[in-house]
């Protein structure tokens, strides 16, 4: 048997690794795939109840004419309101279903949440608003309150319409505005649309049966309940001292929550169906000196730097240098001369990367069989990598167990507990760190429909997958501008996605006001082009959940990716790659691609 060595010179066989993958995958394949999960809606409804806002909440319903509506209050739809004032536009509404701006860091306050791209090239407008992160990975609350510094600065906050979900859209022909209506009476008319629903924003419960006759205390870790825990986003939940609590789920956000729910618990059950690889994190201080001699660009440059790496261009230096550009440093690579040979190279290396990881547990967990359970076999990119310093360690406290379930998951879900192999676990609490909604139908996760030309709904119009332009602008449905994923970037920083899509949008409506158009829409042959560059792109590109990984929201549960699954994938070409795009086609400034219809009143000067 063929072997080969990791970076500290211990042998392993690569063939040996592979079969043990596809074993490893095997257990966790299911027929119902995506269908497995069940929303926070009907008899869950409850799950979904904004915990951070006072109960009863009422204003006067609006009647308005505006030129832009945007659609949610998180980092896309934040900076797209920025770009807007920055490009003189403010007649604008922002509405969302919080409390206050922030989307994933409004939601998200469990215990440890963190940011895990680096603070200083995720967290946006830094230059903009001179504010520098305390530390290289700022946790949850220093990032909502700099979300709140935005709203500030930027004056979005007069323009936010909060608690407040949009019900309904419709294009009017006859006006050429967009009709929208909300939960709470509003009637508002748009010249444009931006929609900044988010990514993973829709949380799920996973369909257990059993699971709504639980009768103790549960929750979502998206709506943290900390008057049932006590304490606060760092820890200290001291009402679970005489707790028998129970997580399910061991993806990046219950990585992040365990070792406070360990520290806290009487007893603590940490159900997991698939580990995660946990780097290290190396959090620190930020140095007040390298603060002092940032120069003009700073920020700017940094996030250019990141995005090369983790595109595999290789950069000089490695500004942020840490457990993420680690991953896409392949010396090796360089040397391949044909794509098998680049191909099996990457591979070697990722079972180098991935055999780190594994020796890690061993060095951090004493109980040997809790150690093999906590090690994850999978290509590195199959699954989010997740990088932390104190997780591993709390398997070691005495109240902590890890219940495996073999990658078959939790059985059942009594009144009183949860049923692993038939083992009851008797909890008081029982956390759902199961993720949210990634790969089901768009209008599902936004949670209303669009009605566009004619009355057809974007539900109808997407049944196949979507077709666009870069992902924005989609036929029959004038003057709506997407900020998502779909046919669209992607990024490990999604913030340098969504700034650039903020801009793009921005610009889009900059020029239709400027040079008096009033509808666009883009042409058929412009939105085939655009899936001809999509399906190139894939082509191209690897890594993130591809067909041999083991289930999980990057490849649609392992069930099989459809045609019109991948319709509505991403530009695989790189972050930087899908920028290019975009500014040379802002740089040619004619709108190419999109059908635009005149108005009658002239331009503004
Ligand atoms: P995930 O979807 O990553 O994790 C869900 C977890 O629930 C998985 O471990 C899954 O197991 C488990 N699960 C689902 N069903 C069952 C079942 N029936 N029995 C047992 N276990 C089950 O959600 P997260 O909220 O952890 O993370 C979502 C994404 O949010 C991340 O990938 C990341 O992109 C982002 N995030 C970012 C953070 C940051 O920047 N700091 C922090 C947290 C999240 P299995 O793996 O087998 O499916």
Redo the contacts with the bound molecule.
Sequence with gaps: MRMDFDKSGVAFSPEALKEKYRVEREK?LRADGST??VDLSGVYADFDRDPYVEPGFTRPALTEDIDVLIVGGGFGGMLAAVRLRQAGVHSFRLVEKGGDFGG?WYW?RYPG?????ESYI?MPLLEETGYIPTEK?AK?PEIFTHCQRIGRQFRLYEAALFQTRVEGMDWDEDTRRWNITTDRGDKLAARFVIIAGGV?HKA?L???PGIETFKGHSFH??RWDYAYTGGNSSGHLSKLADKRVGI?????????AIPHLGASARQLYV????P?SIGARNNQPTPETWAKELQPGWQRDRVHNFSSIVSGQPQNIDMVGDGWTYIFQDEALRRARTPEEAEELRQLADYRKMEEIRARVNTIVKDQATAEALKPYYNQLC??P?FHDEYLDTFNRPNVQLVD?E????ERITPTGVVVNGKEYPVDCLI?????E?STEYTRRLGFDIHGRGGRSLRESWADGASTLHGMTTRGFPNLLLISTTQSGWAINLVHVLDELSQHAAYIIDRCVKKGIEVIEPTPQAQEQWWQVILGSMRRSGGFGGPDC????YNN?GSGITPAMIRMAGFGGGTLGFIEILRNWRKNDALEGLEVTPGEKPPAS
């Design positions: 966790r497995q999960y994933t998200n949440a963190a940011c895990d791209v995720y990975y949850a993973l799920k996973p369909g257990i870790t998206s399910i789920g061991t993806g990046a956000t219950a990585v992040q159900f997991q169906r698939t995660s699954k989010r997740c379930t990658g078959k998951g939790v759902f760190a199961s993720g949210f990634v083991t289930p999980g929201y549960e």
